[in-house]
């Protein structure tokens, strides 16, 4: 399995709250319901708690802002990932998220990447 990983930042018109609610409430029902066009075995979004200990963290480690989220969609190999492309109505899904997207993500501070996960220490 490989997964793609996004480190969402959110739009600047945008509060935290807003943006986790539109990710959770607008967004991912829009995964799901797109769920088998785009050949998605798992979906997860990591909220940031923007809480004291997120700063206590930041403030020891001296790391920069946390991102507002990071999703990551998990799929069954590359070749299924890539397969999208060819498909007219996994486009037409992935311009629909797309779409979304832009009304609450700031794209352009928002990394994007394929990984393929090591587990360590296992749950």
């Known amino acids: 399995m ?3 990983v996004f480190c969402l930042r959110r739009l600047p018109s945008r509060t935290a709250e807003e943006f986790q609610d ?3 409430n607008i967004h991912a029902p829009l995964v799901q319901k797109h769920r088998q066009t785009l050949r998605i075995m798992r979906y997860v979004q990591l909220h940031t708690d923007f809480g004291t200990m997120t700063e206590r963290l930041r403030s020891f480690r001296s790391s920069p802002e946390p991102y ?3 999703a990551e969609i998990w799929y069954e190999s590359y070749e299924a ?3 999208l492309g060819r498909d007219p109505e996994a486009r037409t899904a992935s311009k629909e998220l797309r779409d979304d997207e832009e009304r609450f993500v700031d794209l352009e501070r ?3 990447w394929i990984a393929e ?3 360590i220490i296992p749950a």
Do not use: F
């Open 2 to 4: 490989i997964k793609v």
């Open 81 to 83: 990932l890539e397969g």
């Open 110 to 112: 928002s990394p994007i």
């Open 117 to 119: 996960e090591k587990e």
């Open 22 to 24: 539109h990710w959770l």
């Open 68 to 70: 507002d989220g990071i």
